[in-house]
């Protein structure tokens, strides 16, 4: 059974901090997605990372992928108010076939303070 | 961007009600998903349809849930008797080919009373 875990759970930081959120899971992978939700909303989508040393950018936050370790990592430099949300982490099985369901993290809460 | 669409946003039931969740895949998407997400905890996987047929279900997917593609454009979730801990937040979810991004729609609170 694949498990994904996610450290921290609660992270509180100030703006213009640097911090990492991890992102362990069990089991051989092909394919790993970062997510962002705000309170009460829907899941948007961040990163889609889909090999060994892959690393994507967008704004502060960067997202790399070590599947040997079966880690990854969200990174947030120098970090601003509207990032405060729960963050994401899910695994797709590597059952093979495409459409397998993804396995989730329990999400890191985070807050910015100003 | 293109978007899942999902209806209604807020359903209500009494215990033992059938209920019945839509939603709008975006419209050259192959793969279809739902996934629910109890208050405050992580989401969870339900269960995936492709080629009009279902791909792979999790444990939570019982006899009581299903789901079905009517036509060119829905796809639906069907709970048959509703039990007090299926209340939350149920989001459908489309990709098209490839290993892509997974996109959610806005999601159905079931409240189960």
């Known amino acids: 059974e694949l498990k994904v875990e996610q450290n921290p759970l609660f992270l509180s930081m100030q703006e213009g901090k640097n911090y990492t959120i991890y992102c362990n899971y069990s089991?051989?992978?092909?394919?790993l997605y970062w997510y962002r939700q705000d309170p009460g909303k829907s899941l948007e989508s961040l990163f889609v990372?889909?090999?060994?040393?892959a690393v994507k950018q967008e704004g502060r936050l960067m997202a790399s992928l070590d599947t040997k370790a079966r880690l990854s990592t969200l990174h947030i430099t120098a970090a601003v108010h509207d990032l405060s949300a729960t963050y994401f982490c899910?695994?797709?099985?590597?059952?093979?076939?495409?459409?397998?369901?993804?396995?989730f993290g329990k999400g890191t809460h985070l807050i910015i303070q100003p | 961007e293109p978007e899942v669409t999902q209806t209604p946003s807020h359903q209500v039931t009494q215990m033992g009600q059938e209920v019945i969740l839509r939603c709008v895949p975006i419209?050259?998407?192959?793969?279809f998903y739902w996934y629910r997400q109890i208050l405050g905890q992580k989401v969870e996987f339900l269960v995936s349809?492709?080629?009009?047929?279902?791909?792979?279900k999790s444990e939570i997917f019982d006899d009581q849930f299903s789901v079905e593609r009517p036509d060119g454009s829905n796809f639906t979730l069907k709970i048959r008797s509703t039990k007090l801990e299926d209340s939350a937040m149920y989001f459908c979810?489309?990709?098209?080919?490839?290993?892509?991004?997974?996109?959610f729609g806005s999601g159905t609170q079931l409240s189960v009373l």
């Open positions: 979810a489309s990709r098209g080919q490839g290993f892509e991004k997974l996109f």
């Open positions: 089991t051989t992978s092909d394919r």
């Open positions: 990372l889909l090999s060994n040393g």
């Open positions: 899910a695994v797709a099985s590597d059952a093979g076939g495409g459409a397998d369901g993804l396995t």
């Open positions: 419209s050259n998407h192959l793969y």
């Open positions: 349809f492709y080629n009009n047929e279902i791909s792979e």
